[in-house]
């Protein structure tokens, strides 16, 4: 079942760290300006003139208020510091593949929501309601016609219960407390069991008090590979990409820029992105230098692929798309709602980069 996935989904910011290969590497363009653009501010202070304010010139720079060029250079430098950063560490991962126990040939996916604390962005530790201490949960991939048995524990201090979004599930496995089920009280167990039914990108979140228990990161990607996979595309990194916007702020993949996650890339390769958007805002994610193709959208094939570099992402909407990687450098990939992405402090949420490793920079 994992043939695809785990070389290429995790091509992280482990790596990274690793070999450094983003500031030594991948990032030069992008830092690079910026370094350019911005030298030893002390050097440059008395001669460079500040044309949105004239006649500042005669006030001392080291009294009274900023100049305007003295203000750029600040904003500048927390731009800079921010993207210097980038990919920041951080305690915990999201999205990691949880990996079943067979019994009797039935998939067991074991999973118990808790409460922990989430570290977003360096230094930023926020309360959340996790499954198996993650943000999001674990990633659990199936293929379509797998036996399936999720065994839910409910550590939490509410009722819970967990909806398999986008399954075609029998109606009792459809995990809406009243409608099909009791809630999971706290302290207790629930178990839900069917045969998956059709392929895709799909989703799993709580669907009680759900406003507030899958924006504390009760969610997580819930994929089905095809029976058949002749029409399956062939891709040499898979990542999976959800968005949220709930008391985290606003994440990728369970983090704040610039703790999120570059995508990672050689030229020529082809990259597939499972956008999930598990938020309650729409976010239009757009990726600088290259189209996205998209082949998919909420698991189902779309009739003809089509072409953009700005995908609308609704709340609950799964799209697919493959990019083919042909335009070497660090490109930015961001939601271009810009509130959500950039402030005078900088860049920030749902940020991060395509890098794109040419022959000398691999
Ligand atoms: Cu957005």
């Given at each position: 079942?994992?043939?695809?996935?785990?070389?290429?989904?995790?091509?992280?910011?482990?790596?990274?760290?690793?070999?450094?290969?983003?500031?030594?590497?991948?990032?030069?363009?992008?830092?690079?300006?910026?370094?350019?653009?911005?030298?030893?501010?002390?050097?440059?202070?008395?001669?460079?003139?500040?044309?949105?304010?004239?006649?500042?010139?005669?006030?001392?720079?080291?009294?009274?208020?900023?100049?305007?060029?003295?203000?750029?250079?600040?904003?500048?430098?927390?731009?800079?510091?921010?993207?210097?950063?980038?990919?920041?560490?951080?305690?915990?991962?999201?999205?990691?593949?949880l990996a079943p126990k067979m019994v009797g040939g039935v998939k067991v996916f074991e999973l118990t929501?808790?409460?922990?604390?989430?570290?977003?962005?360096?230094?930023?530790?926020?309360?959340?309601?996790?499954?198996n201490?993650?943000?999001?949960?674990p990633?659990i991939?199936v293929?379509?016609?797998d036996r399936v048995r999720v065994l839910v524990k409910?550590?939490?201090?509410?009722?819970?219960?967990?909806?398999?979004?986008?399954?075609?599930?029998?109606?009792?496995?459809?995990?809406?407390?009243?409608?099909?089920?009791?809630?999971?009280?706290?302290?207790?167990s629930y178990t839900y069991e069917f045969t998956v039914?059709?392929?895709?990108?799909?989703?799993?979140?709580?669907?009680?008090?759900?406003?507030?228990?899958?924006?504390?990161?009760?969610?997580?990607?819930?994929?089905?590979?095809?029976?058949?996979?002749?029409?399956?595309?062939?891709?040499?990194?898979?990542?999976?990409?959800?968005?949220?916007?709930?008391?985290?702020?606003?994440?990728?993949?369970?983090?704040?820029?610039?703790?999120?996650?570059?995508?990672?890339?050689?030229?020529?390769?082809?990259?597939?992105?499972?956008?999930?958007?598990?938020?309650?805002?729409?976010?239009?994610?757009?990726?600088?230098?290259?189209?996205?193709?998209?082949?998919?959208?909420?698991?189902?094939?779309?009739?003809?692929?089509?072409?953009?570099?700005?995908?609308?992402?609704?709340?609950?909407?799964?799209?697919?798309?493959?990019?083919?990687?042909?335009?070497?450098?660090?490109?930015?990939?961001?939601?271009?709602?810009?509130?959500?992405?950039?402030?005078?402090?900088?860049?920030?949420?749902?940020?991060?980069?395509?890098?794109?490793?040419?022959?000398?920079?691999?």
């Amino acid at each position: 079942m994992s043939d695809v996935m785990p070389t290429s989904e995790l091509p992280s910011r482990r790596s990274f760290l690793r070999t450094g290969t983003l500031a030594a590497v991948a990032l030069p363009a992008a830092v690079g300006a910026i370094t350019a653009c911005n030298p030893d501010l002390a050097a440059r202070q008395p001669t460079v003139p500040d044309d949105h304010a004239p006649g500042h010139d005669a006030a001392p720079a080291a009294a009274g208020p900023k100049t305007a060029r003295e203000r750029a250079d600040e904003m500048d430098r927390h731009h800079e510091a921010g993207i210097k950063a980038f990919p920041a560490k951080t305690e915990g991962k999201g999205n990691q593949p949880l990996a079943p126990k067979m019994v009797g040939g039935v998939k067991v996916f074991e999973l118990t929501c808790s409460e922990v604390q989430w570290e977003t962005k360096p230094g930023k530790r926020v309360k959340a309601w996790a499954y198996n201490g993650q943000v999001p949960g674990p990633q659990i991939r199936v293929r379509e016609g797998d036996r399936v048995r999720v065994l839910v524990k409910n550590e939490l201090p509410e009722s819970t219960a967990v909806h398999f979004h986008g399954l075609e599930v029998p109606n009792d496995q459809d995990g809406v407390p009243f409608i099909t089920q009791p809630p999971i009280k706290p302290g207790e167990s629930y178990t839900y069991e069917f045969t998956v039914p059709n392929a895709g990108s799909h989703m799993y979140h709580s669907h009680h008090n759900a406003a507030v228990q899958v924006g504390n990161g009760l969610l997580g990607a819930f994929i089905v590979e095809p029976r058949d996979r002749s029409g399956e595309p062939k891709v040499d990194v898979d990542y999976t990409m959800i968005l949220n916007d709930g008391v985290h702020d606003f994440t990728l993949n369970g983090k704040d820029f610039p703790a999120t996650e570059p995508v990672v890339c050689k030229k020529g390769e082809t990259v597939r992105v499972r956008f999930m958007n598990e938020g309650m805002m729409i976010h239009p994610m757009h990726l600088h230098g290259m189209h996205m193709t998209v082949i998919a959208k909420d698991g189902w094939p779309q009739p003809m692929p089509w072409k953009c570099d700005t995908l609308n992402i609704a709340p609950g909407e799964r799209w697919d798309v493959l990019i083919k990687a042909n335009n070497p450098g660090t490109w930015a990939f961001h939601c271009h709602i810009l509130s959500h992405a950039e402030a005078p402090q900088g860049m920030f949420g749902m940020v991060t980069v395509l890098v794109v490793q040419d022959a000398t920079t691999a």
